[in-house]
């Protein structure tokens, strides 16, 4: 029976649940828009989740004020993941998060206070590392014992699903709560900024007129059980994860390389490890932030792989923007969502192919046709590139 | 025992000890001190100048560590690159938050780059132009306990060798945040980058191999995990004759000694332990089976066994 999804749950800036997200999916409707939450950045346009940290806090019923957005966010959707599921002293049990801004939203309030000689709240910086975030949301739900975060930037999220179904297989663990979280701040959009891949208007992905990626925010968490699990839980299996694999690129430390090296590897073995066919591959969700450079690079490595049979593909990030660490574990649930619905999600804002590559993204929202695997890739700075196939579960 | 060990075929650390190429290192080493300074080896050697430039010390020592490592095993490319850190590249992250607040108009990109936690993974993929699967795991002070494991799977699932290590780096604002949250700690914070190479068959050249590691977080641990632990793997607190901690020692081990003083303070501190395992391994055959036992946070703990290879 492999490694199943029985439980997922999300949070970006097209809804708080599933439910909210799926419904945002099918109307084409975006998230992303001027930031009300998060203050002092010179961001014209961000995925900024619709919620004050405040009325998170109320909503989860966290007490302390010293928890990250990262922590928060993360927390949303992995209780919506986890659903009923009880605790047990049978099923092993471990938690895998994602971020690559850890606790960063509060650390830097504290920051500018220290730069400024005002008072700075030292036990801000108690959330500042990215592993506290993780031990927040296991404390949260109860969970003990394999908790562990992976921090690999904007592919994150997808490792933390691929860690996961390992650990199952190797018989280490029976059940893995995995996904990712990250919140916007200053600091990161800043970064982007100076790298010049902010685009100040709305993210083109896949469209030869792109000029670079809205930052957005965000969790997306999965339940995995393996067999013993199952039967000792009763879940009902979503989809399988049935693919996985991680390749680095080794051209730049922030770029991809021209020819998709690293990309091309890591879509090649992951289509292998899930031993299907490439014209089974019913869609892909792609990385597809937007910028020159990954929308390029990523284009090449599917004609590598597909040569011209390329399957439907759309990016989603013009509807939630670029989550860095939980894009690929938000995305993974997109990709639930494709198999269960029979969906291929419409990439917005795409007008004109990319020339070198001259692709064309699914653009309206197809509904009807059968989506029995998905392909997903997250690809990050330090040339880490990771794709995932889900597969229906039969 | 199901599991086969496997072996430490490389072992290379920079730290404020004199540990760097320096076999035998354990043999009357004593307490780190408050005023000593990471001793840094000619990074020239082991990074071109253009790069070395641009390069923080938590990414000078792990590239430089990881190169030293894949000149003591041998082999030109490993299958895998997996790093363990706790707090990431703290230098850049605080240079890039500093300017980021400090400075109007167009920011200078590097440290922004250069702050993300697999910079190191990136850094060595990079240097050695290696392909292959590689992973950043940052989870507190288990960070390089969870690194270790992730090599450990990653040869049973068939790899034959993977360079696994660990690094963490001091900057100056660590010693004004430990005082203000009163973090007692019975050594100094220190920097350090300490990496191996774990494989699945024998080189020749190891002199002891990983039998297991565990890691259990968000919890309180006692003696009975400890135990449990050995048990699984065939052996009892008598058995282990050398027992590395950070915390509280192992009750029923020959021997204990804290590994923190030897150290310093960091959150990856456990790998400069398994280094210093290995060197008493290779210092002194009756040492047969070490234990690490990293306790450094009360709710986190990691366990490490080392076995010595019959000669």
Not at chain 2, 219 to 225: A, L, N, P, S
Request: charged share 15%; aromatic share 6%; net charge negative.
């Amino acid at each position: 029976m492999g490694v199943c999804i029985t439980g997922i749950g999300v949070v970006s800036a097209i809804g708080m649940s599933v439910k909210e997200n799926l419904s945002a999916l099918r109307e084409g409707r975006t998230g992303i828009g001027p930031l009300h939450y998060l203050q002092g950045t010179k961001a014209s346009l961000a995925g900024e989740v619709k919620a004050s940290n405040d009325a998170l806090r109320a909503a989860l019923g966290v007490g302390t004020e010293y928890v990250s957005r990262t922590s928060l966010l993360g927390l949303q959707a992995a209780r919506e993941a986890w659903g009923d599921n009880k605790r047990s002293g049978v099923i092993r049990t471990g938690l895998i998060s994602a971020t690559s801004v850890g606790g960063m939203d509060r650390s830097e309030v504290f920051y500018k206070n220290y730069l400024a000689q005002n008072n700075p709240d030292y036990r801000l910086l108690t959330t500042h590392d990215s592993g506290s975030t993780t031990e927040r949301i296991a404390k949260e739900l109860g969970i003990t014992g394999y908790i562990n975060t992976l921090s690999t930037a904007c592919s994150s999220g997808v490792n933390a699903i691929m860690l996961g179904a390992r650990l199952i297989l190797q018989g280490t663990l029976d059940r893995v709560l995995v996904g990712g979280s990250d919140a916007l701040s200053v600091f990161t959009i800043d970064g982007f900024r100076s790298l010049m891949i902010y685009d100040d208007q709305w993210c083109r992905p896949f469209d030869d007129n792109r000029a670079g990626l809205n930052l957005g925010e965000g969790a997306g968490f999965l339940l995995l059980e393996g067999e013993k699990s199952i039967e000792l839980t009763g879940n009902r299996p979503i989809c399988n994860v049935s693919g996985w694999a991680n390749a680095a690129d080794a051209y730049h430390q922030t770029a991809s390389s021209p020819d998709g090296k690293g990309a091309t590897l890591a879509i090649e073995h992951a289509i292998r490890r899930a031993g299907i066919g490439l014209d089974q591959i019913s869609y892909v969700n792609a990385h597809g932030t937007g910028t020159k450079n990954n929308d390029h690079s990523e284009s090449v490595a599917l004609q590598n792989v597909f040569g011209d049979r390329i399957p439907p593909f759309s990016s989603t990030k013009a509807f939630t923007g670029h989550t860095l660490a939980a894009a690929g574990a938000i995305e993974a649930v997109f990709s639930v969502l494709a198999i269960q619905h029979n969906l291929i999600f419409p990439n917005l804002n795409y007008r004109t192919p990319i020339a070198e590559t001259g692709l064309v993204p699914a653009t309206q929202l197809e509904a009807g046709a059968e989506v029995n695997a998905v392909l997903s890739n997250s690809f990050g700075f330090g040339g880490n590139n990771s794709s995932l196939v889900l597969t229906k579960y039969e | 025992m199901n599991k086969p060990a496997l072996y430490l075929s490389a072992a290379s650390t920079i730290s404020h000890q004199p540990t760097f190429r320096n076999p035998g290192f354990s043999v009357g080493l004593g307490p780190v001190e408050a005023s000593s300074a990471l001793i840094s080896p000619d990074y020239k050697a082991y990074i071109e100048a253009g790069l070395l430039r641009r390069m923080s010390k938590i990414l000078r020592m792990s590239v430089a560590c990881a190169k030293d490592c894949m000149e003591q095993a041998g082999i030109a490319q490993p299958d895998a690159i997996v790093v363990g850190t706790g707090l990431g590249c703290l230098q850049d992250t605080e240079k890039f938050l500093n300017t980021s607040l400090t400075v109007e108009g167009l920011l200078p990109p590097t440290s922004f780059i250069q702050s993300t936690h697999n910079t190191m993974a990136g850094q060595i993929s990079l240097s050695l132009g290696n392909h292959g699967y590689n992973m950043t795991h940052t989870q507190n002070t288990l960070s390089f306990e969870h690194a270790l494991l992730d090599a450990a799977m990653l040869l049973r699932e068939g790899d034959r060798n993977v360079l696994v290590g660990a690094a963490d780096e001091h900057i100056d604002i660590l010693e004004d945040i430990a005082r203000q949250l009163a973090f007692e700690a019975n050594a100094p914070l220190t920097s350090a980058a300490s990496f191996f190479v774990l494989s699945a068959e024998n080189q020749g050249n190891a002199s002891a191999g990983l039998a297991d590691v565990y890691t259990s977080g968000g919890t309180e641990y006692g003696q009975e995990d400890i135990d449990a632990f050995l048990d699984r793997n065939g052996l009892q607190a008598g058995d282990v004759d050398l027992a590395l901690y950070a915390g509280t020692p192992v009750q029923g081990a020959a021997r204990n000694v804290d590994y923190l003083p030897l150290a310093g303070v960091y959150p990856t501190a456990s790998a400069f332990a398994l280094h210093y395992a290995l060197d008493v391994f290779a210092t002194n055959s009756e040492v047969r089976n070490v234990l690490i036992c990293n306790g450094l946070r009360k709710s986190n703990l990691g366990l490490t066994l080392l076995k010595a290879f019959e000669a």
